[in-house]
């Protein structure tokens, strides 16, 4: 299971402090668990970028936190298809665009690295992309 330290900023609403009810509802929520992650999201498409790697924006159905997704593929190279997501606050949101996407995952404490090209496995990353974006052969 993953173990997650929640930060202030990523709050369903900035501006409105949560209830120690409402706060222990979002940290609860299953988007924060690698294991049940996928369940429940609506997705708006941001776009694709010039690698090819396409960028979406998911809100958690339960708690209404926002993730940022990125999902690429080398398809030449067996089990290479990778995918990142993390939480991204309301502020970077507002400027996020396909061009952009890979240098947000920066500035986030921490996100979920995953896809064939890692076994099938879902992990918590910290970090720069980039290395993760080199093409290579998966496991």
């Known amino acids: 299971m993953v173990t997650w330290t929640p930060r202030p900023s990523f709050n369903n609403c900035d501006e409105i402090p949560m209830t120690n009810e409402?706060?222990?509802?979002?940290?609860?929520?299953?988007?924060?668990?690698?294991?049940?992650?996928?369940c429940g999201f609506e997705k708006k498409t941001i776009g694709v970028d010039e690698q090819y790697g396409e960028v979406t924006l998911w809100t958690c159905k339960k708690c209404g936190r926002k993730w940022l997704h990125?999902?690429?593929?080398?398809e030449y190279l067996t089990a290479a298809g990778r995918m990142f997501t993390g939480v991204i606050s309301p502020a970077a949101l507002a400027g996020i665009t396909a061009a952009n996407a890979v240098g947000a995952f920066e500035a986030m404490d921490w996100y979920f690295r995953g896809g064939s090209a890692f076994g099938g496995k879902l992990l918590r990353t910290t970090g720069?992309?980039?290395?993760?974006l080199l093409p290579f052969p998966g496991k």
């Open 22 to 38: 409402v706060q222990r509802a979002n940290n609860a929520c299953p988007c924060l668990d690698a294991e049940a992650h996928f």
């Open 70 to 74: 990125y999902f690429v593929e080398y």
């Open 128 to 132: 720069s992309l980039k290395p993760w």
